[in-house]
């Protein structure tokens, strides 16, 4: 089965740091792009970052400099790495695995920002 599981969501100040893992099951995802989306309430997913299968790396401006993606193929897993984060970027954070035509979606995990 095909799958992709994020952890490491939680609570946190803001300020704080967190880093987001996505695990990818069920095949071996090193020709995807990789990427992380966010949904907060009552507001449209967006794109946070995403990593090509060469490494090639995009972020959202409102994350540039805050936010690091990286991806390990060995472990076939994602990450996110968040710091100095801010109250706006409370949302529920999915993880995205994109190859041709076709997409996989997360479960997603939330993250909470405190002021």
């Known amino acids: 089965q095909v799958q992709l599981v994020e952890s490491g969501g939680g609570l946190v100040q803001a300020g704080g740091s967190l880093r987001l893992s996505c695990a990818a099951s069920?095949?071996?995802?090193?020709?995807?792009?990789m990427g992380w989306f966010r949904q907060a309430a009552g507001k449209q997913r967006e794109l946070v970052a995403r990593?090509?299968?060469?490494?090639?790396?995009d972020y959202a401006d409102s994350v540039k400099g805050r936010f690091t993606i990286s991806r390990d193929v060995a472990k076939n897993t994602v990450y996110l790495q968040m710091s100095s984060l801010k109250p706006e970027d409370t949302a529920v954070y999915y993880c995205?695995?994109?190859?041709?035509?076709?997409?996989?979606w997360g479960k997603g995990t939330l993250v909470t920002v405190s002021s």
């Open positions: 990593i090509s299968s060469l490494g090639i790396t």
């Open positions: 995205n695995a994109a190859f041709l035509l076709e997409t996989i």
């Open positions: 069920g095949r071996t995802f090193s020709s995807y792009a």
